[in-house]
Nanobody
Framework: QVQLVESGGGLVQAGGSLRLSCAAS???????MAWFRQAPGKEREFVAA????????YYADSVKGRFTISRDNAKKTVYLQMNSLKPEETAVYCC???????????????WGQGTQVTVSS
């Protein structure tokens, strides 16, 4: 059974940084990994994705240059380093894995419960 468990969320001031982690279990960790976020009252949106080897990454335009996705296949963990955070990026951040049609699509097979990120102004 595939399980994804996120951690690292919290409260940070605008302009600050956080590093999220997503630990996977129950499978070989050979799939694409991605981060999504959902703010209250808004639809879930794609943030970043990384290929199974880590050789390819893809970012939403809104986070390019500020966020970095990475993975440690030995630890079965994917990370999201978030810098220069903005209040409007307050949301629940979830990781996902699977074989989507595109890295930025929402048709991932497995999802974590998410971790809350709150950015104060």
């Amino acid at each position: 059974q595939v399980q994804l468990v996120e951690s690292g969320g919290g409260l940070v001031q605008a302009g600050g940084s956080l590093r999220l982690s997503c630990a996977a279990s129950g499978y070989t960790f050979g799939y694409i990994m991605a981060w999504f976020r959902q703010a209250p009252g808004k639809e879930r949106e794609f943030v970043a994705a990384i290929s199974n080897s880590g050789g390819a990454t893809y970012y939403a335009d809104s986070v390019k240059g500020r966020f970095t996705i990475s993975r440690d296949n030995a630890k079965k963990t994917v990370y999201l380093q978030m810098n220069s955070l903005k209040p409007e990026e307050t949301a629940v951040y979830c990781c996902a894995t699977g074989r989507p049609a595109t890295m930025w699509g929402s048709d991932y097979d497995y999802w974590g419960q998410g971790t809350q990120v709150t950015v104060s102004s």
